[in-house]
């Protein structure tokens, strides 16, 4: 008898597991909503005065932005090391988050729960170069006067924040695999099928739009991908027009298509699926 409620017990926590944690997920998110409301004026009045990406979206877009931001952001522990915190700061990393995973399903990038913003280049580890930024397994690592660079344009093709954030996302997906987004994961050997040829001519010596720093590892290729496809996506798009439509299909965004200022979404293949995620799943 025992044995009997044993597994039924059992089979009703496996039957029960998914459209419970779907309800307690749907419950969470409209609570964060109510919550969301109340400081959506001052997040706007932060991103847009910095994210030039954010400023290009669409009303519906922007709103659904600012709040995958502020999700991010609250679900963070920010810890700042010998720079004056203010309350810009976690705002505006956490907006770089979301500008790189946009087009997809899973923006939190968990497993990094903590993000570490330092003064400006310091050193780390046994290198000798200055760093601008870094990702290990104890979190996000941000030179803030870096970052305020990059994300005003002041340092062409050079964003550190989207360039970290990059990295981030490689590694919940293919390291931890705490947050795999099944689309990016999949679309990644496609984009792997375009970069990969590319890279190993860079290696060889060939030089291009995305520079010497691209050429050290594929880990760094990708990064550095991701800072050019936005930062400079015509020059991108020019020069290399295979890697910049892999990058469109990995991350369902086309920043160039943002740019013709249509007032058209700026996600392809966008599924009805995604549609509901603003609701259910932010
Ligand atoms: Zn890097």
């Known amino acids: 008898m025992e044995f009997i409620i044993i597994v039924a017990l059992v089979t009703a926590v496996l039957l029960l597991h998914r459209p419970l944690s779907a309800l307690f997920n749907k419950l ?6 109510h919550k969301f409301i109340e400081c959506e004026t001052f997040y706007h009045s932060v991103v847009s005065k910095y994210i030039r990406y ?46 790189l995973t946009f087009g997809l399903d899973k923006f ?19 290198y000798s170069r200055p760093f601008m930024g870094h990702v290990d397994q104890s979190g996000i690592y941000l030179s803030w006067d870096n970052f305020i660079k990059g994300i005003t344009g002041q340092t062409p093709n050079c964003n550190v924040g989207l360039h970290e954030m990059g990295h ?35 290696q060889e010596g060939k030089r291009n739009l995305l520079g010497e720093y691209a050429a050290v590892n594929y880990h760094e290729f990708w990064a550095v991908s991701v800072e050019t496809f936005f930062e400079n996506p015509v020059c991108l798009k020019h020069e290399l027009p295979e890697l910049y439509q892999a990058m469109v299909s990995l991350l369902r965004q086309d920043p160039l298509q943002m740019r013709s200022g249509s007032g058209k979404t700026t996600f392809i293949f966008k599924s009805p699926r995604q549609e509901e995620g603003f609701k259910l799943n932010a």
Do not use: C, W
């Open 28 to 33: 969470y998110i409209s609570r964060q909503q």
């Open 54 to 99: 954010y400023n290009r979206l669409p009303l519906e877009d922007q709103r659904k932005f600012l709040f995958r931001t502020f999700l991010f952001r609250k679900t963070r522990r920010f810890h700042y090391l010998e720079v004056k915190e203010s309350a810009e700061m976690p705002i505006l990393i956490s907006a770089v988050a979301i500008q």
């Open 108 to 126: 939190m990038l968990n497993y990094f729960n903590d993000i570490f913003v330092l003064k400006d280049d310091y050193h780390y580890g046994f």
């Open 168 to 202: 981030a996302l490689a590694y919940v997906t293919f390291i931890t695999e705490t947050e795999e987004d099944k689309h990016f994961k999949k679309e990644f050997k496609n984009f792997s099928k375009v970069a990969r040829p590319i890279f190993a001519t860079m």
